[in-house]
């Protein structure tokens, strides 16, 4: 049979104690080392798992598709066009999207741009040909470009009304 001592409360009544085993200090030392190393085991465990799911994206892997520039970014009405779209990730592009836009667009092809030193992805140049409705309302409208990784980011471009920055001609 374990010795037993007898430890009391404060708050317990005269009398009253509660039993407790006696333990030997070896082995709470030998209980507090083991418990130590579970600790650091467990945690290199976890810090590697969780820095192997954090790995960094390489350099080349590719991104979202999106959308720098268009220019010109500016045509008058009944006006045919070509521009060219700026950006990442637009090299594949098949087709472009137009929100509420009075004109069309047909993707005409692709230019070879250098490399800019201070860009960390390369960027592409597609020509659009866009054909701009007669009728159409002046106002801004929305280009995307469609690739097989997905939709651009919108750009605007800008209907203005025909003759715009013509003098005005003066009557009498």
Known sequence: MARCKSWSWGLSPPGF???YPEIDD???LRSE?????????LAALLGGSVSALAAPKGVDAPG??????IHPFTSQRGAQLVVTARGNGLRDATA???ENAPFTAVIDGTEPEAAD???KAPVDAIRIRIQVDEK????????RLVTPRGISNARRCAVLLSGFGAKRRTTG
């Not at 080392?33 to 085991?41: E, H, S």
């Not at 979202?64 to 520039?69: C, H, I, Y």
């Not at 159409?136 to 280009?143: E, I, L």
Request: net charge positive.
């Open 64 to 69: 979202d598709p999106k959308l720098l520039s």
């Open 96 to 98: 472009v999207v137009l």
């Open 33 to 41: 080392v083991r418990m130590l190393a579970a600790w650091i085991v």
């Open 26 to 28: 070896d082995k709470v």
């Open 136 to 143: 159409a309302k002046p106002g801004r409208y929305s280009v």
């Open 17 to 19: 104690s509660i039993p």
């Open 117 to 119: 030193k201070n860009s």
